[in-house]
């Protein structure tokens, strides 16, 4: 939640325009409100611009100058008022604060320093950070004033400061992710990377306990706890900036949907010594325990399919729910946390407590430098490669081949898994085109004016239907309510009229035929039968026919979730890159 950027020996001398341009990188992350502080050439006293609404197109007006902080919003404390958005200033407007996180004990803090004479301007639990820097820089210098109150915030933060006095940018991390960018004389940090990527694939992503000091000689790393300096070896990144660019379409998420003919296939190349590694402790008798929120839970319940169809016993949990069941994990549990941020507060607690009852931690995330890749004992990096879109597609579909690779290690035929992965990528290479787009924005145009939807599907085609609803209730604002088919007869039938959309989900398998009979009833009611699947069945009133592979079917069946979610949204007027209400990661319980 929330983006944060910063930049401290601007080239073009035009901090402001160069942080707009990271920040508008960073929308994805929140997109209630954004601003910018900016220290003006040859001036003391901070120059800040602040708006309610996305960033958009927005240009500012701040004048030249080659040090500013900008941060998108996520609002959590205080309305979405140009008031309560970030950055916020100290009594003397020589420091600002940009946050991402809560600060939990922001009230006691904030009571303590009005009694001292600190006057706010915000409702935020941010403010409170730049006026107790203020405060204590008043005995100490600012690197110290900066980690003391970093050190007494309660909660997972990570926070961004401005200095007038030192013209320096200081940065702490704990909990909330932050990743410092070294480039060509001019230093960046960034909430993720396709912020600065225009810049520098050169980074360090910061860890819990360790903050940065940026200034016009370079970037300095030092521990939070003792205030020590530390060495701070940078990483290249394999990242383009054309990975962070929409590329000629109109959406990154259209761009990302489409990009899953390459992404899928590639995670059949990667991470070769850890599956081994992993398969092995499976092979050794490990329960296999995932959990994850969202489409990466979703990701998890297909999996447990995946996992079944090959002999081998699995459990998921969404990570929100896994606290009672922590008890049964042990030294004999593969937990799998799977996550496309690897900062989602609920799987990295799930994932704590389960790495405390001794259980062998693996993380299958997408973003780099994480928190949950740091904490695992082994990575499944699933390598989709920037997904700034906020609705997940193709981490949700790497993630879900990496496991599909994991469960064919596991019997000791990863090769088998390999082809099929491959074979998939090519079917998918000549099935997402424009045919398929037309049929789509077709079937679109049928149900833009629809509030609710209904869909079944049984046995992998039960979590492919959760994700396809997924898909269109965050692309489109459509209810759409997905069930397993044997579900429809126990109480789920009432609410089918005539006339109302049930999709069928289904592959060519022996769920097939169970699914169709759940489908004549449905269209018994009245319902209107939208067929997804390889094969035409007479119950479909309309078919999208997706590509007959086995379990694998799984994938086309949902991307055209994906699309049909895209499509409606277009023709619905919503904004598919950044639906309202949600951000990209969902860094607090
Ligand atoms: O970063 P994560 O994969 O851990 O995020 C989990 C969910 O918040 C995420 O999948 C969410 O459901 C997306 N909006 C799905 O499109």
Redesign the pocket.
């Given at each position: 939640m929330c983006g944060i950027f910063a930049v401290v020996n601007d080239k073009s001398n035009q901090a402001a325009q160069t942080t707009l341009i990271g920040l508008k990188k960073l929308e994805y992350r929140g997109y209630d409100s954004w601003g910018i502080a900016l220290i003006p050439e040859k001036r003391k006293k901070i120059k800040v611009e602040k708006h309610i609404g996305k960033i958009g197109q927005a240009e500012t007006k701040l004048p030249n100058g080659n040090i500013a902080i900008g941060h998108t919003r996520w609002a959590t404390h205080g309305g979405v008022t140009d008031r309560n958005a970030h950055p916020h200033l100290d009594c003397k407007k020589e420091i600002a604060v940009i946050h991402n996180g809560i600060v939990e004990n922001y009230k006691v803090i904030k009571s303590n320093l009005s009694n001292k004479g600190h006057v706010f301007k915000s409702e935020t639990d941010t403010e409170v950070i730049a006026h107790l820097i203020e405060e204590k820089s008043k005995k100490v210098p600012i690197i110290k004033a900066v980690f003391d109150t970093f050190n007494s915030l309660v909660g997972s933060n990570a926070i961004v400061v401005l200095d007038t006095n030192t013209e320096t940018v200081l940065a702490c991390r704990n909990g909330s992710p932050l990743v410092a960018g070294i480039g060509n004389n001019q230093f960046f940090l960034g909430s993720d990377v396709p912020a600065f990527l225009k810049f520098t694939n050169r980074v360090h992503f910061l860890h819990d306990g360790e903050a940065v000091v940026l200034s016009k000689k370079g970037v300095k790393l030092y521990d939070l706890k003792s205030g020590n300096e530390k060495m701070l070896n940078a990483q290249i990144l394999d990242w383009k900036m054309e990975d962070a660019e929409k590329g000629g379409y109109q959406h990154f998420l259209l761009k990302e949907i489409v990009e899953q003919k390459n992404t899928i296939p590639k995670t059949a190349k990667i991470n070769k010594p850890a599956l081994k590694t992993i398969s092995e402790k499976i092979r050794n008798g490990y329960k296999i325990v995932m959990s994850?929120?969202?489409?990466?839970?979703y990701c998890t319940l297909a999996a447990k399919y995946f996992f079944a169809q090959l002999g081998i016993e699995s459990e998921t949990y969404g990570s929100y729910e896994y606290l009672p069941f922590t008890k049964f994990a042990n030294k004999k549990t593969v937990f799998i946390s799977?996550?496309?941020?690897?900062?989602?507060a609920d799987?990295l607690i799930a994932a704590r407590a389960a790495k405390k009852q001794g259980a062998y931690i693996v993380a299958v995330v997408?973003?780099r430098g994480s928190t949950?890749e740091r904490l695992a004992d082994s990575t499944l990096s699933v390598g989709a490669g920037p997904e700034i879109a906020?609705?997940?597609?193709k981490?949700?579909t790497a993630q879900l081949s990496t496991l599909y690779l994991l469960a064919h290690y596991a019997i000791n035929k990863p090769e088998k898994g390999i082809s099929k992965i491959y074979q998939l990528g090519k079917s998918l290479e000549k099935w997402i085109n424009t045919k398929l787009f037309t049929q789509i924005t077709k079937l679109a145009a049928t149900l833009i004016n629809n509030e609710d939807l209904y869909l079944i599907g049984k046995h992998l085609n039960y979590p492919a239907s959760l994700e396809f609803a997924?898909?269109i209730k965050?692309s489109s604002y459509i209810h759409s309510e997905a069930f397993a088919a044997g579900e429809l007869k126990h109480g789920v039938i009432t609410l089918i009229q005539k006339g109302t959309p049930c999709f069928v989900l289904s592959s060519n398998d022996e769920a097939k035929d169970e699914v169709l009979s759940s489908a004549a009833e449905l269209k018994a009611r009245g319902g209107k039968i939208i067929g997804i699947s390889p094969v035409k069945s007479a119950e479909f009133d309309f078919h999208i026919k997706t590509l007959d592979l086995g379990d694998l079917t799984f994938f086309p069946n949902v991307i055209v979730g994906q699309l049909l979610g895209y499509y409606l949204g277009i023709g619905r007027g919503t904004d598919p890159d950044k639906?309202r209400n949600?951000a990209?990661?969902?860094t607090v319980k």
């Open positions: 994850a929120c969202g489409t990466a839970y799977v996550s496309q941020s690897g900062e989602t799987t997408n973003a949950l906020v609705v997940s597609t981490a949700f997924l898909k965050e639906p949600l990209k990661s969902v």
